[in-house]
């Protein structure tokens, strides 16, 4: 085993990172801007074969709507090389010595190990997708779809299969998203999900609304139902997928049941995890307990500003926060991050599913006391052309007024409606304040009441008819 681990003092900083997309390139380029590489060595470790995507735009790059794969890449290995950062591909970090302050790592080509000291060290090893222990589960034609890998060998996959049946276990946003990138594609597609209604992130009577839409574009529902094995023809490929009660036909499968945080590394090394698995760090997003080491991205726990406790929210938006703020505490600056309402958009073809904050079960679980109110209303002003229905349902805590969540179902301008909610979230609004925002209004854009205020109005009448 070779190794790099001790240098000659007075020697410039070596930071080092494991992970090569959001966080952890985030973190090394910004630190990189801060600080020359006289005075900062950057050694950065990513075991696949890209850097710096948008793993959000790979169901849009299976469906055809991106074109091209490296419309995705924000910067290429080869740009970050060029800014002073020692990028290794292919190379897989297997063990972080806090100790001694080095990692072992391991080229994926040669198997060849060896050690790289550190100064500074940043985990951003983002997220595991949850693989099923099933019979069957490894058969050609299964895929799961986290990374640039995944997706380019799930499109392999599609260029020479010949059957049009794709099953897609998992009603979550990858479910659905694969589902509507399949739909796309020109396949029968079926969801076999688990749960009583397809995204679990909603409460159930707006999945509700995603299952009837979805089954409107011909997606085949199946809820309440739990995959108990793969199986595969005589030619070891996919060939089905079975539950208890039937079977699907499948020429392909495509897993989209959710994702943990990838902290075998961190746990190995002794590094403080939270209730969920993922990484404790302070508002720095400097690893609890450890002065040299910061965490970032899907594999670390977030506050939640509604609740005051941790949780684990994997989404892109915070990776990147993340590695700016943890770049600019490497360098010698200062940043925080404050925290996050758990703000989500997502789409299956035209419909468009938002939510941010608590769901019901959610205040639930916190000890929270709460009313709802749910209103139907339109995208614009009902006499403008091609207005369509939006369903917004809004939390507020009773007595206090407080809002604690808002779900959006609808079509064209629905989803991102749910900024507004965020923002209020954030600032700590009761919903009789939400009332009064003045929002922009013309007849192609709102009804001249946003659909969100009108939400507001139903929701403030609740809270002061429990008070």
């Not at 959001?22 to 590489?37: I, V």
């Not at 895929?143 to 499109?155: N, P």
């Amino acid at each position: 085993m070779s190794g790099s681990g001790s240098r000659p003092s007075g020697a410039r900083e070596r930071l080092v990172v494991i992970g090569g997309d959001a966080a952890g390139m985030s973190a090394a380029s910004q630190a990189r801007r801060l600080k020359g590489p006289d005075e900062l060595e950057i050694v950065a470790f990513e075991r696949g074969h890209f850097t710096s995507y948008s793993a959000c735009g790979i169901p849009y790059w299976v469906s055809g709507a991106v074109p091209e794969r490296d419309a995705l890449i924000a910067r290429t290995p080869e740009e970050h090389r060029a800014r002073g950062i020692d990028l290794r591909l292919r190379t897989e970090v297997v063990e972080i010595d806090v100790a001694r302050q080095r990692v072992r790592a391991r080229d994926a080509g040669s198997g060849a190990e060896s050690w790289t000291s550190y100064d500074k060290l940043v985990i951003a090893t983002g997220a595991r997708p949850l693989a099923p222990e099933l019979p069957g589960v490894g058969a050609q034609g299964v895929h799961g779809v986290q990374t640039l890998d995944d997706g380019q060998a799930l499109l392999d996959t599609l260029s020479h299969t010949r059957g049009r049946r794709a099953v897609v276990v998992g009603a979550g946003y990858i479910g659905v998203e694969m589902a509507e990138a399949m739909l796309q594609r020109g396949y029968q597609v079926t969801v076999v999900n688990r749960g009583e209604e397809p995204m679990a992130t909603l409460d159930p009577d707006m999945g509700r609304l995603v299952r009837e839409a979805m089954a409107g574009m011909g997606v085949t529902m199946v809820n309440g139902a739990e995959v108990t094995k793969v199986l595969t023809g005589d030619d070891g490929r996919v060939r089905a997928v079975g539950t208890e009660d039937a079977e699907f036909p499948a020429d392909v499968v495509i897993l989209g049941i959710g994702v943990r945080p990838e902290t075998t590394l961190a746990r190995a090394a002794g590094l403080p995890l939270g209730a969920h698995g993922g990484l404790l760090t302070d508002r720095s997003m400097r690893v609890r307990g450890h002065e040299n080491i910061w965490a970032g991205g899907d594999c670390v726990e977030v506050l939640d500003l509604v609740l005051g406790q941790e949780r684990y929210l994997p989404l892109g938006t915070h990776a990147n926060k993340h590695g700016q703020i943890i770049g600019a505490n490497l360098a010698g600056g200062y940043a925080t991050f404050p925290g996050v309402v758990g703000t989500a958009v997502s789409k299956v073809c035209d419909l468009e599913i938002a939510r941010t904050g608590l769901r019901e079960k959610d205040a639930r679980r916190a000890g929270l006391q709460y009313v709802t109110a749910t209103i139907e209303s339109t995208n614009r002003a009902g006499y403008y052309p091609n207005a369509s229905p939006m369903t917004v349902k809004m939390l507020a805590e009773r007595r206090t007024g407080r809002l604690l969540g808002v779900q959006i179902v609808g079509r064209e301008g629905a989803g991102k409606r749910v900024d507004i909610a965020a923002v209020a979230l954030t600032a700590g609004m009761t919903v009789d304040r939400m009332t009064t925002l003045d929002l922009g209004y013309a007849p192609p854009f709102s009804p001249v009441w946003d659909p969100v205020l009108v939400a507001a109005r139903k929701a403030s009448r609740a809270v002061e008819q429990h008070r």
